[in-house]
């Protein structure tokens, strides 16, 4: 799954990550986010500094609280996680063409268990 991914700067656990970013359309706590992700919060916060140095995310301050922050996803990590729907569902497909429907889709499944 890594390699279907290579030509973009996220991994398939940092895609997820983006997904549940780009899912929460008025920004996302730390916390929260790393609730929805089943991560620790020290993990969430690692994933996070590794997507904003790349341009992914931006913290924003909350208005009403200024020690909280929001993330939101950029246009940039809006359109690296569309670029990686796209090497995914590619990646799928070519499973699905040399396994049939039936294996692909229990190996896919375990896929997404065991990586983040």
């Known amino acids: 799954m890594e390699r ?12 997820k990550f983006l997904r549940h970013i780009v899912a929460e359309r008025d920004g996302v706590t730390p916390a929260r986010l790393a609730e ?14 590794r997507l904003q140095r790349a341009g992914l995310v931006a913290r924003e301050e909350t208005p ?11 246009d940039r990590g809006r359109q690296v996680l569309a670029e990686a729907i796209d090497a995914l569902g590619r990646f799928e497909r070519t499973l699905r063409e040399r396994l049939g429907d039936p294996q692909a889709r229990a190996l896919w499944e375990l896929l997404e268990d065991v990586l983040p």
């Open 36 to 49: 929805l992700a089943g991560c620790s919060r020290p993990n969430a916060t690692q994933l996070l500094a």
């Open 4 to 15: 279907a991914l290579a030509d973009l700067p996220v991994t398939v656990g940092q895609a």
């Open 64 to 74: 009403s609280d200024g020690r909280s922050v929001r993330i939101r996803a950029t």
